[in-house]
């Protein structure tokens, strides 16, 4: 009866999850498999999933007729130096917030929590105007900055949670040893709470990478444009020519794909410790 009891909870779980990965997985299997099609197979009816005569021309076409290696380029740029300095600024605060004592530490907590809070359409102008004076408009260092302001919020919030649950008995004995706080943060109190920092490190880097808004608004020429805008400037430029855009569209989010690949067990792990606490 109790096995029988444990398969019914199974299937009541496993289908509702395999159902929904395979929603999700959809789109995203049609448009690698657009990306493969020939010209002459693009509006075929009936339409195929899979190409009858699979090319590799529309990733071709893709890098030679757009600027998508300077996009790309762009992009891990943008992010890659973004997030190492929203992990760096957002785990030492993190760490403040979390384990020292210090006056209005709750409400400084919550007043930068709060900041994520408000919709980045009510950011734009302000940061326009603000890049505008500092002259950093159409610029990548202009970028960053704004996304690694962005970036700081939500590692501190993920790294405060880990650091808190750590015992203050490592860090006393470390103390008695005669290290410094800095020492101890990074020598080992980041090692122990690595699963938290991947899991930062994807959210922020996901978060980053697929930024539009922001980007379209900071930037005005090719040479600066981030792959979410070269992307939306491309669909309007070449609409008609499906196999390029989708193989444009495969070219974008392969590093998210990498990214979690690798980094899939501690992520997952970061998130399952985090809402454990």
Request: proline content about 6%; glycine content about 6%.
């Amino acid at each position: 009866m109790k096995r029988r009891s444990n398969r019914t909870w199974a299937v009541l779980t496993y289908v509702p999850a395999v159902t929904w990965a395979i929603i999700s997985l959809a789109p995203l299997l049609w448009i690698l498999m657009l990306s493969l099609k020939p010209q002459i197979e693009w509006n075929s009816f009936p339409p195929t999933l899979f190409p009858k005569d699979p090319t590799g021309s529309n990733y071709m076409s893709a890098a030679v007729n757009s600027p998508i290696v300077t996009y790309f380029t762009n992009s891990l740029i943008v992010t890659g130096v973004s997030l190492i300095l929203s992990l760096l600024v957002g785990s030492l605060a993190g760490y403040a917030l979390g384990r020292l004592s210090f006056p209005f530490r709750n409400a400084i907590f919550m007043a930068i929590f709060s900041v994520r809070m408000i919709p980045a359409l009510l950011t734009v102008i302000p940061l326009y105007v603000l890049m505008h004076s500092l002259g950093l408009l159409d610029s990548l260092a202009g970028i960053i900055l704004v996304y690694t302001a962005t970036g700081i919020p939500m590692v501190i919030f993920v790294m405060k949670d880990f650091l808190e649950g750590l015992s203050k008995e490592i860090e006393e004995a470390a103390m008695i040893d005669g290290c410094s706080r800095m020492r101890i943060f990074f020598t080992i109190l980041l090692p122990l709470v690595r699963p938290g920092l991947a899991a930062a490190a994807i959210l922020v880097f996901v978060r980053t990478w697929n930024e539009f808004l922001i980007a379209l608004t900071l930037t005005s020429s090719d040479g600066m444009r981030t792959i979410p805008v070269g992307l939306r400037s491309a669909l309007g430029e070449r609409m008609g020519e499906i196999g390029p855009m989708a193989a444009y569209t495969i070219i974008a989010i392969v590093p998210i794909i990498i990214l979690f690949l690798f980094f899939q067990k501690h992520f997952v792990g970061g998130l399952s410790q985090g809402s454990s606490k």
